[in-house]
């Protein structure tokens, strides 16, 4: 094996271990621990000093004790705890792998039509959870060896440090800030549309403007935020996923339910132009590959479960994924497939949510509606959480790295509200910015379906000429050709169109 994947951070100056270093999938091994730890003091003898070595590296072998590499790990929001399991890879896996995202879907089947739509959606789903298992595998490629626990770590061991930088930087940062402010404006849209769903149209009541309620939905968001580390929101992804799981099947039992629209068509949009045509295409292709996100997680929910010779972590990460995207694939295709069926060409540019409320809002109760507008509420504030974690982990590594000692809790805080109030700044100020998210998104596709694939390459060194290494190239290649289309298409698009650029009137863009 190469001496990439040994690499690891540099042997920090002596800290005080905290308690949590030393952790044990079993409840009893904390009787052992304590014995060990008593016994390794300065006072006892050499020879006493290296039996208690022994026993504790034979511990480590034998599946008992995780061992970190850098010991201030320990003290970062992601590898805090160690204590995960399948269960909650499964609600973090759900919960950031799917979203509002899926609701456009039925958008890109009126851009590419039945077949081709289908065909696209299968194939990109088969290839990002390929992706996936690369990246479950590679977290931890050598037993016993250095754990990847950050995407941007895992980056910039193959890439290098600058150059990992300027690759993976820029698209993981979206992925995670970029995905928390887009949450505020839909989150903060939802609340203003329920808040007029439950008033009523004879309400008297003085609605709050979209920036007050941007405002309030971000104050409950920082609330939740001040849970300490990824595994304690294991229940609140569990919440977000059934949610998003709700609100998604709702949404397609209710338009399929009511029946087709009058006058609706299957064939795809006709074009002006054949510029126009191919922009379209494009378009139906990227809503179909952002509709897959959090392979800029998987690394990050991976590592927060100990990982031994005899209980690797890659076990219970694979089945935790497997159940989730199950359940994934049984969200997206239903909202597609019924979506377009029931819509068709008039689906609205902002997907099948969007549908409902034009052409069923007097069919359906209020309750219903009320309802949906409330998961869709709940989904954001929960989801925000988990891609939040790596930005607050990023923030508190700068303090650990440099104090060398734990970030107090009141610092904790500060970063979290500051990191809502700096999104909340973008989402009011910059409101145009959903108009690049496909030139966004074309910059971050790599992060979910090529630099796995070269990562994989460059880590597990197969054979040139194997199965491996011509699948791996194949598809990484492809998916930064597929890449480069989309950034190329989107800025087509906008130097045709043109960019309608605002300031600070969040309203003009609901």
């Given amino acids: 094996m190469s001496s990439e994947v040994r690499s690891a951070p540099p042997t920090p100056p002596p800290v005080a271990t905290p308690p949590s270093q030393i952790q044990s999938p079993a409840p009893a091994s904390s009787s052992r621990a304590s014995p060990l730890r008593g016994l390794g003091t300065p006072n006892i003898a050499s020879p006493v000093r290296k039996a208690v070595a022994s026993v504790r590296g034979y511990l480590e072998e034998v599946g008992h004790v995780t061992r970190l590499a850098d010991p201030r790990d320990a003290w970062l ?105 887009a949450l505020i404006i839909v989150g903060g849209g939802s609340m203003k549309l329920l808040f007029s769903i439950a008033c009523g149209e004879a309400c008297l009541a003085h609605p709050l403007t979209a920036v007050e309620w941007y405002v309030v ?114 969200c997206l295709y239903p909202v597609a497939v019924g979506g377009f069926w029931a819509y068709g060409d008039q689906i609205p540019a902002n997907g099948i949510l969007s549908a409902l409320y034009k052409f069923h809002s007097r069919d359906v109760s209020r309750m219903v509606l009320g309802l949906t507008t409330l998961l869709v509420i709940v989904n954001c504030l929960t989801t925000s959480q988990i891609y939040a974690m790596p930005v607050f982990d990023n923030m508190e590594a700068g303090y650990v790295h440099k104090k060398n000692r734990p970030c107090p809790w009141w610092l904790r805080s500060g970063f979290r509200a500051f990191f809502g109030a700096v999104n909340l700044l973008i989402a009011v100020a910059l409101p145009f910015l959903s108009e690049l998210a496909g030139l966004l998104g074309g910059i971050s596709l790599p992060v979910t379906l090529a630099y796995p694939c070269f990562m994989w390459v460059a880590i597990m060194k197969p054979a040139k000429g194997t199965r491996m290494w011509y699948t791996n190239w194949a598809l990484g290649s492809l998916g930064m050709g597929l890449s480069f289309v989309l950034i190329v298409g989107n800025l087509w698009g906008l130097v045709e169109k043109g960019l309608h650029v605002q300031f600070f009137k969040p309203a003009d863009f609901q």
């Fill in 77 to 181: 929001p992601i590898t805090e705890s160690r204590s995960g399991n399948a269960y909650y890879a499964a609600f973090h896996s759900l919960s950031s792998g799917i979203g509002f995202q899926a609701l456009v879907l039925p958008v890109a089947f009126s851009f590419l039509g039945w077949t081709w739509a289908i065909v696209c959606l299968t194939v990109a789903f088969a290839w990002q959870l390929y992706t996936l298992w690369l990246l479950v595998k590679l977290h931890e490629p050598v037993a016993g060896g250095t754990r990847y626990s950050r995407y941007m770590h895992l980056a910039t061991t193959v890439f290098g440090e600058k150059w990992g930088k300027i690759l993976a930087l820029l698209p993981v940062m979206y992925l995670s800030a970029g995905n928390c402010t």
């Fill in 217 to 330: 939905f971000v104050c409950v968001a920082v609330l939740l935020s001040q849970l300490p580390n990824l595994n304690s929101i294991a229940g609140v992804s569990l919440v977000g996923a059934a949610a998003a799981v709700a609100y998604c099947t709702m949404i397609w039992v209710v338009s399929m339910a009511n029946g087709r629209v009058a006058g609706v068509s299957y064939d795809p949009v006709k074009a002006a132009s054949e510029v126009d045509g191919a922009i379209g295409i494009l378009n139906g292709l990227g809503i179909i590959a952002f509709a897959f996100r959090g392979h800029n997680l998987v690394l990050e929910i991976q590592a927060t479960m100990p990982s031994t010779l005899k209980h690797p972590s890659h076990v219970p990460m694979w089945k935790g994924v497997k159940a989730a995207y199950l359940i994934i694939a049984l």
